[in-house]
């Protein structure tokens, strides 16, 4: 499908350069002196680096064909993960490179969104926040929690982060996916 630079929103998803791009920001330019232009900032869905492009007002561009499928995690098999469609049963296995670095907060029964272009996999999204367990960490010493520090934690899933020295082994807590950060107990 093809799509007008005017038409540019954020969350648009376009093709450029032979990449799927989605529109971060946008810009409609209006010089005093020339022809108008649009400014744009776009994500790269294939490897996650943001560039700024300028289109000439009414340009025409392509339109990427994004479907997003809900895929929950069943276990691990091998270097790969075995992953269910929720709505057909049907099941894939993806390599842990396509999944990346937040592989660490993978746990079984968790939900998934998988974003296709094309039949290929582009991206895979975990959830924002996740509930895991302390399985190792060491324990606090008095007077340690007077100042605001942290100590390294272990979780069930082998990820290891940051916690509040007042955080014990056993204890569930909520962690923040997108910048590995402690955000509270469960």
Request: some cysteine; glycine content about 6%.
């Amino acid at each position: 499908m093809v799509i007008s630079s005017n038409d540019l929103r954020p969350g648009v998803t376009i093709k450029v350069d032979h990449d799927i791009m989605t529109v971060i920001e946008f810009m409609h330019v209006k010089p005093g002196k020339g022809a108008a232009f649009v400014r744009t900032k776009l994500k790269s869905l294939k490897s996650g680096n943001s560039i700024e492009k300028t289109f000439r007002a009414g340009e025409r561009l392509d339109e990427a064909n994004i479907e997003k499928k809900e895929m929950q995690y069943l276990y691990k098999a091998g270097d790969n993960f075995a992953l269910m469609d929720n709505e057909s049963f049907e099941q894939i296995e993806v390599s842990a490179g396509r999944i990346g670095s937040k592989v660490k907060y993978l746990k079984e029964q968790m939900n998934l969104l998988i974003v296709y272009c094309d039949g290929q996999i582009l991206n895979i999204e975990l959830p924002n926040f996740v509930e895991l367990k302390i399985t190792e960490t060491p324990p606090a010493v008095k007077g340690d929690t007077a100042a605001s520090s942290s100590k390294p934690a272990t979780l069930e899933t082998g990820a290891l982060i940051q916690v509040p020295f007042f955080v014990n082994v056993g204890e569930t807590i909520r962690v923040d996916t997108r910048d590995d950060s402690y955000l509270d107990r469960v």
